[in-house]
Nanobody, 121 residues
Framework: QVQLVESGGGLVQPGGSLRLSCAAS????????MSWVRQAPGKGLEWVSD????????FYSESVNGRFTISRDNAKNTLHLQMNSLKPEDTAVYYC??????????????WGQGTQVTVSS
């Protein structure tokens, strides 16, 4: 029943911006912390950002800190990732992640199909 559908990816030039969205269903969205992870070509999964249940606490990897902003709208069951000042190194498939248990960020429980972000001239 759990479903996570990412959208908003695409091709953008270096320095540009994209806003990713994740539509969640099949669970009580407001009871779970959420995360974004990404996978670059030929690389393993890389953690990007976390957000707590209420959206008041966020965490970012060093590589995206200051450029990306995670947010959520519990009334709409949606998670977002605003991506600014994009670099070629940000090219990856981005996934939103629901942890298996409430009140934790891990272990991961579910993720969506991902959305491709390509940063290139």
């Amino acid at each position: 029943q759990v479903q996570l559908v990412e959208s908003g990816g695409g091709l953008v030039q270096p320095g540009g911006s994209l806003r990713l969205s994740c539509a969640a269903s099949g669970f009580t969205f407001a009871d779970f912390c959420m995360s974004w992870v990404r996978q670059a070509p030929g690389k393993g999964l890389e953690w990007v950002s976390d957000i707590n249940v209420g959206g008041s606490t966020t965490f970012y990897s060093e590589s995206v800190n200051g450029r990306f902003t995670i947010s959520r709208d519990n009334a709409k069951n949606t998670l977002h990732l605003q991506m600014n000042s994009l670099k070629p190194e940000d090219t990856a498939v981005y996934y939103c992640v629901k942890p298996y248990w409430r009140a934790t960020y891990y272990p991961p429980g579910y993720w969506g199909q991902g959305t491709q972000v390509t940063v290139s001239s």
